[in-house]
């Protein structure tokens, strides 16, 4: 029998960033990943503390920034990969409406930092506008960091690459299979509907399609520039351009409407031809009150579920990974705006 502090169901942001703060502070544990494309590698890894679409902040925005940049700090040191891109987000503005709007917002105390009153021409694409850059925006490597954070797991025997299968986990013995645990954490994103255990919990799943384009014209700057929705370069070749949203449409297939949709978004801006070469898709797990939604079983006192990261599961599920740690290891009480209490 293997004894671990924690088993983590689970392997997107939430799971990986929790298993960094069990890193952090030596506890032992394994996480089970069923080998699925997750929503968080198909997500773009845009790392943003502003609405676009009406320029103002949210909650814990410049905390949960620093928090991410502290925390890709400790990761690189581990797996020895730097995963932050430092690319400014460029907002292409529609009108002289949006631009007098920027500016007025720059001046707001919690802004200030975020928006820069400068405006900028962005080469190849079709700006009349200008745009307004974000400052403190970056890019996660996305691929990088599951690359990197997966080999370093597997290296320590600590990535099981099974389905988690619910009836095989015996509750009063606090074991799974051969694998003995302290705590169990639930954290499969949309997937948290087949577990008999948080099934409950109010997410709602948005589908979200990107797709991967050759541009014929190169962007001559490694920024993300966002009209409808992001464009950025992820190699020599290819380029990425999403993701749309969708609560309707929620077949486990490519979406035709959300593909033209997205042609559309980029025709808008990128006036020269370009080529689609993939197109990918995930489900953001959502909540209504755009809230994680973090908490413990109100039976099994053992097991947690850390889910309802929604459009920002990387600064969500960095930032909530060490209030889930703490309100665990520490009994620092859960903000009552992420506790899944708020529901019940
Ligand atoms: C197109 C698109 C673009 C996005 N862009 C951004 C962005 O730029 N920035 C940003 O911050 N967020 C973005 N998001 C949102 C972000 O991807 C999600 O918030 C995040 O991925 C949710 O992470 P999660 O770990 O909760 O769930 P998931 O990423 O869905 O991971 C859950 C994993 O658990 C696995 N699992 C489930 N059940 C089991 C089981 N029984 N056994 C083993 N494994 C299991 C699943 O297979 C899955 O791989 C985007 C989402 C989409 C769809």
Known sequence: ?????????????????????????????????????????????????????????????????????ETLNEIEKYTG????????????????????????????????????????????????????KVNQSARLDVKGFFTGLFDFLLKREQLIKEKFIYSDLNIADHTYKNISYKQILFCEGMAVKDNPFFSDIPVVPNKGHHIK??????????????????????????????????????????????????????????????????????????VKDRRPIIGRHHLHYDMYVFNGLGARGILNGCYFSRSLYDYIENKIPLHEEIAFERFT
């Open 81 to 132: 990969q730097n995963y932050l891109i430092d690319a400014p987000i460029h907002r292409i503005f529609h009108d002289e409406n949006e631009q007098q709007l920027w500016l007025k917002k720059s001046s707001n105390d919690n802004l200030f930092h975020f928006l820069d009153k400068n405006f900028t021409h962005l080469e190849v694409v079709k700006n009349d506008f200008n745009s307004g």
């Open 213 to 286: 384009v050759k541009l014929s014209r190169a962007l001559p700057e490694n920024n993300t520039i966002k009209k409808k929705h992001f464009l950025f370069p992820i190699d020599d070749e290819k380029y990425f351009y999403g993701g749309t949203y969708d609560r309707e449409q929620l077949h486990h297939e490519i979406d035709s409407s959300a593909v033209k949709q997205l042609e559309n978004g980029l025709k808008e801006f990128y006036p020269h031809d370009f080529s689609i070469e993939e197109v990918h898709f995930g489900f953001r797990p959502t």
């Open 1 to 69: 029998m293997e004894n671990v502090d924690y088993i983590i169901v689970g392997d997107g942001y939430a799971s990986l960033f929790f298993a960094h703060q069990l890193i952090k502070n030596n506890k032992s544990f394994v996480v089970f990943s069923e080998e699925k494309t997750s929503a968080s590698r198909v997500s773009a890894g845009i790392i943003n503390p502003v609405v676009l679409k009406k320029f103002t902040t949210f909650w814990k925005a410049q905390e949960q920034i620093d928090f991410l940049k």
